[in-house]
T-cell receptor, first 115, second 114 residues
Framework: KQEVTQIPAALSVPEGENLVLNCSFTDSAIYNLQWFRQDPGKGLTSLLLIQSNQREQTSGRLNASLDKSSGRSTLYIAASQPGDSATYLCAVSVPRTDSWGKFQFGAGTQVVVTP | DAGVIQSPRHEVTEMGQEVTLRCKPISGHDYLFWYRQTMMRGLELLIYFNNNVPIDDSGMPEDRFSAKMPNASFSTLKIQPSEPRDSAVYFC????????????FGSGTRLTVV
């Protein structure tokens, strides 16, 4: 069974510092990986989707890398702002016939960016 | 597109009552997922559908939970009878294989059973 782990569970950084969020998974045969942001009391917003044949995806200040061989993905947020404070979750999907299209989620990293 | 639409946003009910949560996926999406989120357990997949057909309901906690998808634009999750331990935020998400299955989530329904 695919296990997804996000460490640390919580992180606090001063404004302007770069954020580095980690996601690890046990089964390297993934189909794709998706990063989400969740604000308190809100739903999940998709940030980036990386396909298994890609090494990274970028959107504005966000960059996500994928290393399937080591079972890791990293989300970088450049020049953090207080508005980046949220919980960040990663999710992976495995191309198995009995679970096609289904993502397994990590528990998330709660980020606080202090002014 | 209006995104994934869930209703109601909040639901407070008494123990033993029937609760029905609703979801309208993004038009054209062929997968629909129901998740439950709590502080203790995080996000749990309850059931998912492909082209309106239930594929995996192994996450449904017990027979009190049931889900239907009568057509491509509507799904319901029903709890009967409800219990206080069902209190959680219930999310619906949809995806499309041609978009590499990336999820789009609804805003969720916060259920409180008293």
């Amino acid at each position: 069974k695919q296990e997804v782990t996000q460490i640390p569970a919580a992180l606090s950084v001063p404004e302007g510092e770069n954020l580095v969020l980690n996601c690890s998974f046990t089964d390297s045969a993934i189909y794709n990986l998706q990063w989400f942001r969740q604000d308190p009391g809100k739903g999940l917003t998709s940030l980036l989707l990386i396909q298994s044949n890609q090494r990274e995806q970028t959107s504005g200040r966000l960059n996500a890398s994928l290393d399937k061989s080591s079972g890791r993905s990293t989300l970088y947020i450049a020049a953090s702002q207080p508005g980046d404070s949220a919980t960040y979750l990663c999710a992976v999907s495995v191309p198995r016939t009995d679970s096609w299209g289904k993502f397994q989620f990590g528990a998330g990293t709660q980020v606080v960016v202090t002014p | 597109d209006a995104g994934v639409i869930q209703s109601p946003r909040h639901e407070v009910t008494e123990m033993g009552q029937e609760v029905t949560l609703r979801c309208k996926p993004i038009s054209g999406h062929d997968y629909l997922f129901w998740y439950r989120q709590t502080m203790m357990r995080g996000l749990e997949l309850l059931i998912y559908f492909n082209n309106n057909v239930p594929i995996d309901d192994s996450g449904m906690p017990e027979d009190r939970f049931s889900a239907k998808m009568p057509n491509a634009s509507f799904s319901t999750l029903k709890i009967q009878p409800s219990e206080p331990r069902d209190s959680a935020v219930y999310f619906c998400a949809s995806s499309f294989y041609r978009a590499n299955y990336g999820y789009t989530f609804g805003s969720g329904t916060r259920l409180t059973v008293v």
